[in-house]
């Protein structure tokens, strides 16, 4: 039997887990432009932008799997 997943909106008590997976996509180096790890704060900063939005994949125990940001690519008029 295949594992449910959920999709619901990022809370912040999921930020540790939502650091762990963007930490290691920067490491990947193939999807965000950083280079550095970001702490928990640069983090919560880069989430809370305003015109933002989280949100989080969890398997049926809850446990989070991914997450999706999405935001204005551009800020002004290309948004």
């Not at 887990?17 to 965000?32: A, K, M, P, R, T």
């Not at 790890?37 to 994949?57: G, I």
Request: proline content about 9%.
């Amino acid at each position: 039997m295949a594992d449910s997943h959920f999709i619901r909106p990022a809370e912040p008590g999921d930020l540790p887990s939502i650091l762990s997976i963007w930490n290691e996509v920067v490491d990947e180096g193939g999807s965000f432009p950083f280079m550095e790890h970001f702490s928990e704060k640069q983090l919560a900063d880069e989430l809370s932008r305003p015109d933002t939005y989280n949100a989080v994949c969890t398997g049926a125990s809850g446990h989070i799997l991914g997450f999706y940001t999405l935001h204005p690519n551009i800020p002004g008029r290309c948004r």
